[in-house]
């Protein structure tokens, strides 16, 4: 039996993709590295997960380590690891400089070590971000990565340069696969999620407001897109494209080929909400200094770092993406269609936060 090695157990994209992996390897056993604080919280959810698929029981072994030390700070790594699913990261636009670099750059420098001394190696799995695009303007392919562009937080920089990292051991011959998911929301069927942050946002802030609700026209609300992308999409994306051998040294853009624009998702959400949005012209800069004011952010649910997306200027290309998993029945599914579900799902759990697993 073969050992996969799990890397972000029991976070967003890993608890939902565990067991999809399992299921296309029943010869294989998960090994997932977890920080001794969210340990109580990987073994609720892999019981819950065990219950809800009978063929995870006795597969998953939970151990305690951290990416930011050496060997992920495991006594030792089994010689039978095939393969590494690396997914931990800090997903926050306000984190400090120096932990966004200790954890997305050398924790995913300390699994390029792992990889490197693990004998029985076949593919390192790795999930980026589509932000590693930072302030690049127009269509962002999947075969770039440094354009010389700037970038609007440490969060998209430490993870320009994680992937940088993956790239040059990639050229030196390792076998990995990158994918960048854009902003990712809940299932599309059921909208689960386990944080309220990109779009939801904007869903919180015109559920504070009258029904003739005011939305600051930072930009041209009809030219800027939002990559947004369903968690089931990313997770089915991931587990198809990590058993072909075509996406060997690849990367993939898990995001909408159609991307909504700030209108639609506005608009949508006004819609869903019964509000009739107002769209009030507003500087970036001076919006931004406003809500930056002590206590109005907390008053319109709306952090001060995430209204640049609102004039985000890059578009993704997708074309490795919907190549690849052409005639699988995997694809990214409309904004339209699981917007409803979004906001349905938002309304019944008030007590989810935007707080992201650190």
């Given at each position: 039996m073969s050992t996969v090695l799990f890397t972000g157990y029991p976070g967003f994209l890993g608890s939902a993709l565990l067991p999809l992996v399992l299921d296309k390897r029943p010869d294989a056993r998960a090994l997932c590295v977890v920080q001794d604080r969210f340990l109580p919280l990987a073994h609720k959810r892999l019981g819950e997960q065990v219950r809800e698929h009978p063929t995870l029981e006795g597969?998953?072994?939970l151990v305690v380590g951290d990416i930011t030390a050496s060997g992920l700070g495991l006594d030792e790594v089994p010689d039978d690891v095939t393969e590494v699913f690396h997914l931990a990261a800090v997903y926050d636009l306000a984190v400090p400089a120096e932990l966004a670099y200790r954890v997305n750059v050398e924790g995913t420098r300390h699994v390029l070590d792992l990889c490197e001394s693990s004998p029985n190696l076949q593919r390192l799995q790795y999930v980026s971000t589509c932000y590693v695009s930072g302030t690049h303007s127009g269509v962002f392919r999947e075969d770039q990565l440094?354009?010389?562009q700037s970038f609007l937080n440490h969060y998209e920089?430490?993870?320009f340069e994680a992937e940088r990292l993956v790239r040059e051991a990639i050229a030196e011959g390792m076998p990995a696969t990158v994918y960048r998911p854009g902003i990712v929301v809940g299932d599309a069927t059921t909208g689960d999620t386990q944080k309220f942050d990109g779009p939801y946002m904007i869903a919180r802030f015109?559920?504070?407001q009258p029904r003739y609700a005011a939305f600051p026209q930072v930009t041209d609300p009809d030219a800027i897109k939002m990559c947004l992308v369903p968690r089931d999409f990313v997770v089915g994306a991931i587990d198809q494209l990590s058993t072909m051998e075509v996406s060997v040294g690849k990367t993939y853009s898990l995001s909408d080929p159609e991307p909504p624009?700030?209108?639609e998702i506005v608009d949508t959400f006004g819609a869903l909400l019964?509000?009739?949005?107002l769209w009030i012209r507003m500087p970036l800069r001076f919006t931004q200094v406003v809500v930056g004011l002590p206590g109005v952010e907390k008053l319109v649910g709306f952090p001060e770092e995430a209204l640049a997306y609102l004039s985000h200027p890059t578009v993704y290309d997708t074309t490795n993406t919907t190549t690849d998993l052409a005639g699988t029945g995997l694809q990214c599914p409309p904004f339209?269609?699981?917007a409803p579900t979004m906001v349905e799902f938002l309304k019944?759990?008030?007590e989810i936060s935007s707080a992201a697993m650190v």
């Open positions: 597969r998953v072994d440094d354009t010389g920089h430490t993870k015109l559920m504070k624009s700030i209108r019964d509000k009739d949005i339209a269609d699981y019944l759990h008030p």
